[in-house]
């Protein structure tokens, strides 16, 4: 099963898209154009996010000598009557007009200030569909809450500017469809600035949900396919992939949706039910003690408002939710297939420690060699963090 060892060249984005021509407008405003580079993970939880400009001189968005961070947003949107000033994530945005052929306004808080707003919110989690009908929204949302917009942007007035995008996306959805939706917008604007919305027509390409744990993966393995295990908070995705060529490429995908880290919390909820702590945990409260929770030579600790340990709690809600949920199925499904093929388990459930100690004791036990399960540093992130690969910036910045 082994093949021999890949080369470790960066790939260029530019070379994936040879024969797409650029839009006219990118064309017109040659060769100060500076080019966002915008990787976007609109999931149900969290909008993951990282942007850097590569134009003619090579020059990175942010510190040279760092990379470009990957940015966390949470998946909520608040439509509001007036822009509110000083909030992260708040935009005004254009995307139809009116009778009289004027631009109709509309005005929105992405992210977790949306609950500021004193109006009802929508979390992307609340329906099936959100992520895609609100995909215009979340990625907007993640283009207004870049710390330096307005440098990023060209143009001379210092009111009216334009910026010039190359989105790429990692969805379920199709990816022409997203492109449709976001092309409808023509102008946000952020702090008292209009930006024109310019998308290359090299963007939108599409990638797989997960697509970056799949580089991260092909980098390491040497087989010829392996799969990935993606556990979200609506899904636990078990992805299989070619890894013949430069880039891994994917032959199957099951989402067992319902197997995420939602259906999780409300195990955590009903096992908590029956103590007296659950007296004092809001939903909100129960997930950050979840996320903080530990794994120590006491076993699982997960801390309630007063203090006390519910680890056990915690505990119990794993192992119902890994027996009487769709994320039964998955593990059935990875057990047999991760027995003679190397698996990348990722997604933020592996970033929950208690989570990620239960789910590979239960894979193990199914005789799965431990060497072919592997967990990447950021297992939340590592989706979107290495798609950069796609890019030269690297070999590009000076
Ligand atoms: N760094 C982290 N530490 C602890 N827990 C985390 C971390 N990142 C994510 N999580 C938890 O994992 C859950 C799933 O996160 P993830 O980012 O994979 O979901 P998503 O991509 O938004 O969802 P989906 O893929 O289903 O659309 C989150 O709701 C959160 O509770
Ligand atoms: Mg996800």
């Not at 070379?15 to 915008?38: F, Q, R, W």
């Not at 940015?71 to 509110?84: A, F, H, N």
């Not at 990625?139 to 007035?157: D, F, H, Q």
């Not at 997203?178 to 930006?195: F, M, S």
Request: proline share 5%; with cysteine.
């Amino acid at each position: 099963m082994s093949r021999p060892q890949k080369q470790q060249t960066p790939l260029s984005a530019n070379a994936l898209n040879t024969n797409e021509p650029e839009t006219i407008s990118e064309k017109a405003s040659m060769p100060s154009k500076k080019v966002i580079h915008l990787m976007l993970d609109a999931g149900r939880s969290s909008i993951k996010y990282q942007a850097f400009v590569n134009n003619e001189t090579g020059t990175t968005y942010f510190d040279k000598a760092q990379q470009p961070p990957v940015m966390k947003t949470e998946s909520l949107v608040c439509c509001v009557p007036s822009v509110p000033f000083g909030e992260l994530g708040a935009f005004s945005l254009s995307r139809a007009k009116d009778e009289n052929n004027k631009d109709v306004v509309e005005h929105w808080v992405v992210g977790s200030s949306a609950r500021l707003q004193g109006k009802e919110y929508i979390a992307m989690s609340d329906s099936e569909n959100y992520k895609v009908d609100y995909f215009p929204v979340l990625a907007l949302g993640a283009i207004a809450s870049l710390p330096n917009l307005l440098e990023l942007s060209t143009g001379t007035s210092d009111k009216r500017r334009t910026l010039h995008i190359r989105l790429s996306t990692l969805s379920l959805a199709s990816p022409l469809s997203l492109k449709k939706a976001i092309e409808q917008c023509k102008w946000i604007a952020v702090d008292g600035v209009r930006y024109r919305l310019c998308f290359s027509k090299q963007g939108f390409l599409g990638f797989p949900e997960g697509y970056g744990a799949s580089l991260w993966a092909s980098e390491r393995f040497d087989d010829k396919q392996f799969h990935t295990f993606d556990i979200g908070y609506g899904t636990a995705t078990i992805s299989e992939y070619s890894n013949l060529g430069k880039l891994p490429k994917r032959v199957t995908c099951s989402p067992n949706g319902g197997g995420g880290v939602a259906t999780l919390i409300k195990e955590f909820s009903l096992a908590l039910s029956h103590t007296d702590s659950s007296k004092m945990i809001r939903p909100s409260q129960l997930r950050e003690i979840l996320e903080t929770a530990t794994v120590g030579d006491a076993g699982i600790s997960a801390i309630a408002p007063d203090g006390e340990n519910i680890g056990a709690e915690l505990e119990n809600a794993i192992h119902s939710w890994m027996k009487d949920s769709p994320l039964a199925y998955a593990l059935d499904d990875i057990s047999v297939k991760a027995r003679r093929s190397k698996v990348a388990l990722c997604g933020g459930a592996f970033a929950i420690a208690p989570v990620q100690m239960l789910v590979k004791e239960r894979l193990l036990k199914a005789s799965i060699p431990e060497s072919n399960l592997l967990i990447p540093e950021n297992p939340g992130t590592v989706a979107l963090s290495e798609m950069k690969k796609l890019y030269e910036w690297r070999n590009d910045r000076c």
